[in-house]
């Protein structure tokens, strides 16, 4: 069956950088796209960036771009999620979750999800 596992979270101080992984089974990446969400305490869920298999076309939420960078490894099976230069506002709970087709940044339209990894940016 279809599983995601987030991992690399952790304290960052502003201006930090950390690495997110998303190791990914039980499906072929090559009709699937991931996108990397967030949520903060009170806050809706937002998508961060995702990656589209089918056609290869990357994108970011507004508040990321510049920063963040998703990728990811073929031979791994995972999709990898580069911080950089975060601050405060980045603090959140980040998912992985996937769907058949194309980028959507409508969370409801994902089909499958991992547990999740705190992300807390803080001095």
């Known amino acids: 069956q279809v599983q995601l596992v987030e991992s690399g979270g952790g304290l960052v101080q502003p201006g930090g950088s950390l690495r997110l992984s998303c190791a990914t089974s039980?499906?072929?990446?090559?009709?699937?796209?991931i996108t990397w969400f967030r949520q903060a305490p009170g806050k809706e869920r937002e998508g961060v960036s995702c990656?589209?298999?089918?056609?290869?076309?990357?994108n970011y939420g507004d508040s990321v771009k510049g920063r963040f960078t998703i990728s990811r490894d073929n031979a791994k099976g995972t999709v990898y999620l580069q911080m950089n230069s975060l601050e405060p506002e980045d603090t959140a709970v980040y998912y992985c979750?996937?769907?058949?087709?194309?980028?959507?940044?409508?969370?409801?339209?994902?089909?499958?999800w991992g547990q999740g990894t705190q992300v807390t940016v803080s001095s």
């Open positions: 990656l589209s298999s089918r056609d290869g076309i990357t």
């Open positions: 979750a996937t769907r058949w087709g194309f980028c959507n940044s409508d969370y409801v339209e994902y089909d499958y």
């Open positions: 039980g499906f072929t990446f090559d009709y699937y796209a």
